[in-house]
T-cell receptor
Framework: GAGVSQSPSNKVTEKGKDVELRCDPI?????LYWYRQSLGQGLEFLIY????????KSGLPSDRFSAERTGGSVSTLTIQRTQQEDSAVYLC?????????????FGPGTRLTVL | AQKVTQAQTEISVVEKEDVTLDCVYE???????LFWYKQPPSGELVFLIR??????QNEISGRYSWNFQKSTSSFNFTITASQVVDSAVYFC???????????FGGGTRLMVKP
């Protein structure tokens, strides 16, 4: 079956612009996660959605970052007024149930470059 | 706070050698879960194994084996008879009671030379 998909695969933007990154989780997976992979910080958790519960936003680095999940499926990560330090690969993952004990399946990521 | 440490940043071996990747997990949670992921050059993280804190049995899957020792909070990963296709970055990750996110180690880049 289809895995987690993300779009775009690459995004180059200018400092100060807003960007939107999209994630399509595996069909039927109720849990969705966003992570960021950067050279300086490694792999970091950003935000977690589980069903209709309020998202866990504890990993978002600033209020410029936000995410939503529509209809319990597709998610969009938005970064406003991008900065050069936002340059990273943004990874989306989904799992069949919330919780750390279920393996998370990762998408190919979106490579964001902020000039 | 949880912390996952992979002390080896880079390992280089010759094909057919055995190699062990180290992982140490620190947490105050009584129940926790550990994972290994592989990130090949293509970039996509591939799930390899999950282990919970109650299960200290070693696990073997083909050329891969995992050794979890709760007393030392270590969850080491051994590849037997390494192959060039094993070249990748390997991440150890953990999750605990307090949250649903994974805490990743810094990763170990494994290079297997022919």
């Amino acid at each position: 079956g289809a895995g987690v998909s993300q779009s775009p695969s690459n995004k180059v933007t200018e400092k100060g612009k807003d960007v939107e990154l999209r994630c399509d989780p595996i069909s039927g997976h109720t849990a969705l996660y966003w992570y960021r992979q950067s050279l300086g910080q490694g792999l970091e958790f950003l935000i977690y959605f589980q069903g209709n519960s309020a998202p866990d936003k504890s990993g978002l680095p600033s209020d410029r970052f936000s995410a939503e999940r529509t209809g319990g499926s597709v998610s969009t990560l938005t970064i406003q007024r991008t900065q050069q330090e936002d340059s990273a690969v943004y990874l989306c993952a989904s799992s069949s149930a919330g919780g750390q004990y279920n393996e998370q399946f990762f998408g190919p990521g979106t490579r964001l470059t902020v000039l | 706070a949880q912390k996952v440490t992979q002390a080896q940043t880079e390992i280089s071996v010759v094909e057919k050698e055995d190699v062990t990747l180290d992982c140490v997990y620190e947490t105050r949670d009584t129940t926790y879960y550990l994972f290994w992921y592989k990130q090949p050059p293509s970039g996509e993280l591939v799930f390899l194994i999950r282990r919970n804190s109650f299960d200290e049995q070693n696990e073997i899957s083909g050329r891969y084996s995992w050794n979890f020792q709760k007393s030392t909070s270590s969850f080491n990963f051994t590849i037997t008879a390494s192959q060039v296709v094993d070249s990748a970055v390997y991440f150890c990750a953990g999750g605990g009671n307090a949250g649903n996110m994974l805490t990743f180690g810094g990763g170990t880049r494994l290079m297997v030379k022919p």
